[in-house]
């Protein structure tokens, strides 16, 4: 449940279309259903804005399964990340609306159409990168926001991305996905005037051992306003990204007020403290 059905759940409750006892069983489940192998949060999305999301490895088709039917009764646009075909295949045979997107492993169970606010940049260094690219990328639309893609723009070819400069350089929040060394964090953090998320990804050859050198790379970054997840962790960055994005965006003049704010303290120096400091 999230607060826009908690608000119609309340106002319906107000206007007598619903009985109160019919509202208390509606509100039972909160704050946990417990099937046993599973304790489902269903009043996350009340609490920080983001509801419950399937991680689905390692768990079996039986098990998504029964997690999906327990959702999809209370949610929409329910998330689950890296699932297989087979496990799509399942849900779909109980006639449950998915949206399956192969290359990202991940799905959108009773898909719904969103306002999308703000602006996220997405940004992988290579093709390789898509996947986790694709997979912070779903994310973040599933969870109302704009969003632009920039792919294979990595610095080995780094007029790609100055190139394309206009695309990102406005957003709210960037998320940057790479491989091999993970420099381009780095190269976008120095341009962005916004937080940087970066995803270290496990594309590489042996001596990137697995991501670990991207990881390490982007953690000792020189560039200001970038933060780090875990490699592959695509997901983890859409997350963040979007409670970046819904801030600045519910916010609009946040960007005008500071302006306003530099341009007072810029005009408050005189020529002669000018001259002294330099």
């Known amino acids: 449940m999230d607060p826009k059905q908690l608000h119609e759940l309340l106002q319906s409750v107000r206007n007598n279309t619903i009985g109160i006892d ?27 804005g983001i509801g419950e999301v399937i991680y689905c490895a390692g768990k079996t088709d039986e098990q998504i399964t029964g997690i999906v039917q327990s959702m999809s009764c209370r949610s929409s646009n329910i998330l689950a ?5 087979n496990s799509v295949r399942k849900i779909q045979a ?122 390490l790379a982007m953690l000792n970054s020189c560039a200001v306003g970038v933060s780090v997840v875990n490699i592959d962790n695509g997901f983890g960055a859409a997350c963040q990204a979007s409670l970046i994005n819904h801030l600045a965006a519910e916010n609009p003049n946040r960007d005008a007020s500071a302006d306003a704010e530099r341009h007072s303290a810029e005009s408050s120096i005189s020529p002669e403290t000018e001259r002294k400091g330099s």
């Open 94 to 215: 109980l006639g449950i609306p998915v949206q399956y997107h192969a290359i990202a492993h991940i799905a959108v169970i009773r898909p719904q159409p969103l306002d999308a606010i703000g602006h996220i940049a997405v940004i992988s260094a290579g093709t390789s990168d898509m996947p986790v690219a694709e997979e912070a990328a779903i994310t973040a639309e599933t969870l109302g926001n704009r969003v632009t893609r920039l792919y294979d723009a990595g610095v080995a070819g780094i007029h790609r991305l100055l190139l394309a400069r206009t695309e990102w350089i406005d957003a709210h929040a960037i998320v940057v996905v790479a491989g091999m060394e993970g420099a381009l964090a780095s190269v976008v953090g120095g341009m962005a005037a916004c937080p940087v998320i970066a995803v270290p990804t496990s594309v590489g050859y042996g001596a990137s051992f697995g991501g670990l050198a991207a990881l």
């Open 22 to 48: 019919e509202a208390i069983e509606r509100l039972r489940l909160l704050p946990f259903e417990n099937l046993g192998y599973a304790r489902i949060d269903h009043h996350r999305a009340l609490r920080n």
């Open 81 to 85: 990340t890296r699932i297989g075909g």
